[in-house]
């Protein structure tokens, strides 16, 4: 069996696609396979992925698609891998040389089923380290969940800086079309490894552009609204696992905070209209309300305050775009296609 399957979905990456490939085929550990699924590009990507696989035909497997997004090019992916661990990347971004070596020579010698690692952030020529968990923890160490329930809240829900094993997604999948796939899947398998290694060090080189989810913050988004099909689906794979009742607590946390993240989202967006925002922003209150009456209480709220500046100050906001009127739903799905309807 190979170590580990690199999945790499892939729509119109030409501009960067060549560095992500290198990183991979220039990885210090060689019993690797990478699967690379055009998702339907419009540009010379299809063609940067041939040339590569002419130089290393033993190594890559190329799947073509229509597009389906980031979760149907990742299942397409997992459906053939044959290594014993799967790395996502983004065809945007790549590893440092030997980050799957380490990662793996980790997860054997520690006898875990997931081992994270930080990122580093480049926005053109710069390039800033950050931890992508919000926690407390410091160095590298193993993390037992049952112990540190709170680590799956913590815990960024981006798949691109963990190494799983694959036995994790025998009954498990990214959901499709929808934006924020990774929050319904990510924190499952973090408590469905109970073990895992927090890597300290960062190996994982995330590239912000103008077509990053990143960019969300401040333009117009028309799939705002899929954040309740993602945290939908998070508590029903918890719940099929039987793991929400032991995960109560954290399944409450990410279901309000994420929600706030997107009222974060709304209230940034450049050249929107108020009014518009206004209406939204409730109805994404209004669906936190439906499940979670007394979500204000909610202590992790404070928390992220705590260590995030600018979620802070969002919400210190918050009140000036509330407004009772458009918080009268009593459905999600008539939330969602309100949502929607602003959004055409």
Known sequence: MLKVSIIVPVYNDEKYLKRCLQSLFNQTLKDIE??????????????????????????????EQENGGA???????????????????????????????KMFNIAKENNVKLVRCNYKSIIGPFKMRYSNNWGKLKGNQIVNIKKNKNYIITETPAITNKLISRDIFETLRFPEKIKWEDLAITPVIVASAQRIYHMDEALYNY????????????????????????????KKHMRDRKLDIEYKKQIEAIYILHLLFRVENVMTWIGFPKKDKVIIINLIINAIELEYPNWLECKYIQEYKNVNIIFNHSMK????????????????????????????
Do not use: P
């Not at 992916?77 to 070596?101: C, M, S, T």
């Not at 912000?208 to 998070?234: G, R």
């Not at 009772?324 to 602003?342: A, L, S, V, Y």
């Open 34 to 63: 990478i699967i690379a699924i055009n998702d339907g590009s419009k540009d010379r990507s299809l063609e940067i992925l041939y040339e590569f696989q002419k130089k290393y035909a033993s190594k890559m497997v190329i799947v």
């Open 71 to 101: 979760g149907s090019a990742r299942n397409a992916g997992i459906n053939i891998a044959n290594g014993e661990f799967i790395n996502f990347i983004d065809a945007d971004d790549y590893l440092e040389q030997n980050a799957l070596e």
């Open 207 to 234: 590239r912000i552009h103008n077509n990053t989810t990143i960019s969300d913050f401040i333009k117009k988004t028309s799939k705002i609204s899929d954040i309740l099909q993602c945290v939908e689906l998070l």
């Open 317 to 344: 906001k918050l009140d000036r775009y509330l407004d009772d009127r458009f918080r009268q739903e009593k459905e999600m799905q008539t939330i969602n296609g309100k949502i929607n309807e602003i959004l055409k």
